[in-house]
Each structure stands twice: as structure tokens, then as C-alpha cells.
């Protein structure tokens, strides 16, 4: 008798469970999730490369070539930390996505390079 009281009292209950993905989760404040690069003010120092602790960044200074590669990543933050406090450029910054499936590993490569100079453009 006591079983059917609970399951009674429970079938009337609003479920612990989310509708996902029909319905949106609200995210935590802060969450951690895919990075996002602004390479208008990148300066590819490297530093976030350096920083790295699973070698998913990878920068080319002299061709001025950025690579992140999300299905290594770990979603700690480093680079975000390095690019501000040391580089003083806030060229990456943290997003709050999770939904990151793929069904090709290329497509967790981002490629940022700077834009070519016009040829025979002096330099100022
Ligand atoms: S640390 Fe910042 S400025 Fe330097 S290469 Fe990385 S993203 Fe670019
Ligand atoms: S979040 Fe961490 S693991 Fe991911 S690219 Fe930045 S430093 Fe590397």
C-alpha cells in the first residue's frame, strides 16, 4: 500500500528530467564551452599554443596561422588566461556552446590566418 501512495505521489510531480533536446537547458554561469578566436586582435604570439595543455592550439607566427583543434580540447581555459593577462589581447574568449557533436573530425579544425598583404603594397 505504501508503494502505491509513493507512485501516486510521485506520477503528480513535475519530472527531474529535461526535454532535451526539444527543450533548451539553461547553462551555468561561466560554463566552459566551445572557444571562440577574434582574429582581428590576434597577434600570433603563440603564446596561447605554448600554454596549452593538450597541444590543441597550434600557431605559426612567422605565416601568421592559427589552428585550434576542438576535439582536443579541454576546455580549461589556459589560452583565455594567457591571450588576457599576458598577451593583453583578448583574442579568445570562452562561449557558453556545448552542443559540439561532429560527425567528421575535420570539422573540429578552425584555421585563422591573417589576411595577405596587396601585392607591392608598401609598408607604411
Ligand atoms: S595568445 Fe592571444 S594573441 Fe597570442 S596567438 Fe594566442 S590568441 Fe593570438
Ligand atoms: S581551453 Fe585549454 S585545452 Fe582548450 S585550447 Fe584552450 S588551453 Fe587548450
Not at 605559426?60 to 576546455?75: A, E, R
Not at 581555459?77 to 561532429?102: G, N, R, S, W
Not at 573530425?105 to 607591392?120: G, L, R, Y
Amino acid at each position: 500500500m505504501r508503494l502505491v501512495a509513493e507512485a501516486l505521489k510521485n506520477f503528480f510531480k513535475k519530472p527531474f528530467t529535461e526535454k532535451y533536446p526539444k527543450a533548451k537547458p539553461v547553462v551555468p554561469e561561466g560554463l566552459r564551452g566551445k572557444l571562440q578566436h577574434f582574429k582581428d586582435r590576434c597577434i600570433y604570439c603563440g603564446l596561447c599554443a605554448k600554454y596549452c595543455p593538450s597541444a590543441a592550439i597550434t600557431v605559426d607566427p612567422k605565416n601568421k596561422v592559427w589552428i585550434h583543434d576542438l576535439g582536443k580540447c579541454l576546455f580549461c581555459a589556459q589560452c583565455e588566461e594567457v591571450c588576457h593577462e599576458i598577451a593583453k589581447k583578448d583574442a579568445i574568449k570562452m562561449t557558453p556552446e556545448f552542443e559540439l557533436a561532429e560527425t567528421k573530425k575535420e570539422k573540429f579544425i578552425t584555421k585563422h590566418s591573417k589576411p595577405e598583404k596587396i601585392k607591392n603594397q608598401e609598408e607604411p
